[in-house]
């Protein structure tokens, strides 16, 4: 079992940069992908960013170039810094942890509004 808690969220004007970070704990070692999901409102659930065990990352079309994810091993941190916010960012951001199979964990979510 993993345990995931987001932080960082926040209002910010668009153009504005915040950092989300996402502490797991628990089975870590069992951790093979991380990433972070968003749900606009209104809207479903979508992949913002993606990163592997082994350093690969992966990020949606709207963020690229302006999201960058990042993990800090030594603190079992998965970090999402987004640069030059558009409104069109709002939305609810998720962490989420999978082992490569069946296993996956989520975190509680964080908002991020970005205002005009």
């Known amino acids: 079992q993993v345990q995931l808690v987001e932080s960082g969220g926040g209002l910010v004007q668009a153009g504005g940069s915040l950092r989300l970070s996402c502490a797991a704990s628990g089975s870590t070692f069992a951790i093979k992908t991380f990433g972070w999901y968003r749900q606009p409102p209104g809207k479903q659930r979508e992949l913002v960013a993606t990163l592997s065990s082994g350093g690969h990352t992966n990020y949606a079309d709207a963020v690229k170039g302006r999201f960058t994810i990042s993990r800090v091993s030594a603190k079992n941190t998965v970090d999402l810094q987004m640069n030059s916010l558009k409104p069109e960012d709002t939305a609810v951001y998720y962490c989420?942890?999978?082992?490569?199979?069946?296993?996956?964990?989520w975190g509680q979510g964080t908002q991020v509004t970005v205002s005009t």
């Open positions: 989420k942890v999978s082992n490569g199979l069946a296993y996956a964990a």
